[in-house]
């Protein structure tokens, strides 16, 4: 009975402290069980972009190019991927809030954006952003659609070093490397690859293999943790 009341105080004693750094501005994501949340979303994104690949392909192939596709397939076939990336979005939240309700049970979740969405995180994401739209409209403007997957895989790979050291992950490192690798790669043999295999290789396979290294829960994953 000691030993349990003993070691439910050190247990409060954590909490108390971790609840100290949040108050002093430190960012709740250190404290977070970051690799749970991102786990489920990460596989699930990654089977989404191959479904939506493949359907793409499908409809290219069975049409002769997707503009010739029925307007009404079109517009469902969008709609769905809206609808599956704001669901992505909501189970993402969902996690990272039961996340940050395990440290904080009174936190909110505008509080939760305001203590997340911070300038520094802003100040990364936003020129990251705007070069992605500039380069896809770029590309589009020009004909050269090919090459927009690989450089997004490229960009998407440097934005998630880049913000690693918020996340503490090993394995947003090994998807940051997976998505320049792969991303160089279809970038110089875009010509002889389809662009949907292309988004499969770089970003649903990324995605998958992250997640299941997650899922593994391999010993030192957060780098915070060391």
Known sequence: MDKRAEELSEVIADLKLIKE??????????????????RSVLLLGGLMVAFFSGAFYFLTDLYGSFAAAPLSI???????????????GCLKMRNFMKGARGI??????????????????????????????MIAVFLCSRGEVIYIAPTLSIIFGLLFISMNPIFYLREIY?????????????????HLIHPTAVLVLTFSVGFILAALLLYLNLPGQKLNEE
Not at 26 to 31: H, N, V, Y
């Open 21 to 38: 750094a949040v108050s002093k501005g430190d960012s709740i994501l250190r404290f977070i069980d970051t690799g749970w949340a991102i």
């Open 74 to 88: 079109r517009i469902t076939f969008w709609v769905l991927i809206g609808l599956a990336w704001c669901s992505l």
């Open 174 to 190: 090994f998807l940051s490397i997976w998505l320049i690798a792969t991303g160089v790669l279809t970038l110089f043999t875009a």
């Open 104 to 133: 904080s049970e009174d936190i909110t979740l505008n509080r939760f954006f305001n203590e997340v969405y911070t300038a520094r995180l802003l100040a990364l994401m936003v020129p990251f952003l705007l070069v992605t739209i």
